[in-house]
């Protein structure tokens, strides 16, 4: 089993580089979401992330 970690500013960013990583020759074992939200000055600063863990299609 290996595992493999994304991190984006916006959700959209995390979707993509999560559909391009499991249309590779992978098994998807399972997918831990998580989003974290700080105050910086006055903006608000978003990170949206994921592990995923999965195993090589023999």
Same mark, same amino acid.
Do not use: G, P
């Given at each position: *089993? ?35 939200? %700080?105050?910086?000055? #006055? ?5 949206? %992330?994921?592990?995923? *863990?999965?195993?090589?299609? #023999?």
């Amino acid at each position: *089993m290996k595992v493999k970690i994304f991190d984006e500013n916006h959700e959209k960013d995390l979707e993509d580089s999560i559909n391009k990583f499991i249309n590779e020759d992978i098994e998807v074992i399972d997918i831990k979401y998580q989003v974290a939200i %700080s105050d910086f000055t #006055e903006d608000q600063i978003y990170c949206f %992330s994921a592990l995923i *863990m999965y195993r090589e299609k #023999e």
